[in-house]
């Protein structure tokens, strides 16, 4: 079945830092979401990409959908401690879209 | 705008007893919801999903069921809980008909001893 593999697992940065995440599949997504959750809180979307090569950006981050279609970026510019928790992307499962594969996440700590 | 209500935000429950957890989507008509559970430092895994009142599909064989008895109400219950049944409960629903964005409610963590 399709997965998405989320890469790093976790990092430690320092406020102020630049962070880099990334989203990869064997399979081709259509959309690209990208969620951030909180400890003890549900997820909440941050970005949702819609077409290959397509860049968008939401206050200090910016996502991108790739060009091949199998990987997806989120960056943090100048992160700061309200940037910690986890990451997710997500995006359609096959034959349907009203179901999403989730990737594993990844853990964001930051560090004073 | 819509919300999306989930309660309650906590339950501790013993083995063997029953399960009612509700969710509730305002300001939207005729949405997907779905029931997703997150073991610990897990992964979101979806449990349930519903396209309209009365139409449930299961993902994953197990100790819980879900209804949708309104339009904008999704239940998730159990009818004996077990310690596998613990953890963090989260619904979201989605537009029907539009692309595959969803939105996740609060949570419930549940706790079986």
């Known amino acids: 079945g399709q997965q998405l593999n989320q890469s790093p697992q976790s990092m430690f940065i320092q406020e102020g830092e630049d962070v880099s995440m990334n989203c990869t599949s064997s399979s081709i997504f259509n959309t690209w979401l990208w969620y951030k959750q909180d400890p003890g809180e549900g997820p909440v979307l941050l970005i949702a990409?819609?077409?290959?090569?397509e860049l968008t950006s939401n206050g200090r981050l910016t996502a991108q959908f790739g060009i091949t279609r199998k990987d997806s970026f989120l960056n943090i510019s100048a992160s700061i401690p309200s940037d910690v928790g986890i990451y997710f992307c997500?995006?359609?499962?096959?034959?349907?879209?009203?179901?999403?594969?989730f990737g594993t996440g990844t853990r964001l700590q930051v560090t004073l | 705008s819509q919300t999306i209500h989930q309660w309650p935000a906590t339950l501790v429950q013993p083995v063997g007893s029953p399960l009612s957890l509700e969710c509730t989507v305002e300001?939207?008509?005729?949405?997907?919801l779905y029931w997703y559970r997150q073991a610990a430092g897990r992964g979101l895994q979806l449990l349930f999903y519903s396209v309209g009142i009365g139409q449930i599909s299961s993902e994953v064989p197990q100790n819980l069921s879900a209804s949708r008895p309104q339009d904008r109400q999704f239940i998730l219950s159990s009818k004996k809980l077990l310690l596998s049944d613990s953890g963090f409960y989260l619904c979201?629903?989605?537009?029907?008909?539009?692309?595959?964005?969803?939105?996740f409610g609060p949570g419930t963590r549940l706790t079986v001893l």
């Open positions: 997500a995006g359609p499962r096959t034959g349907t879209a009203s179901k999403l594969t």
């Open positions: 300001g939207t008509s005729n949405p997907n």
């Open positions: 979201a629903w989605k537009e029907g008909g539009l692309p595959d964005t969803q939105y």
């Open positions: 990409l819609y077409k290959a090569g």
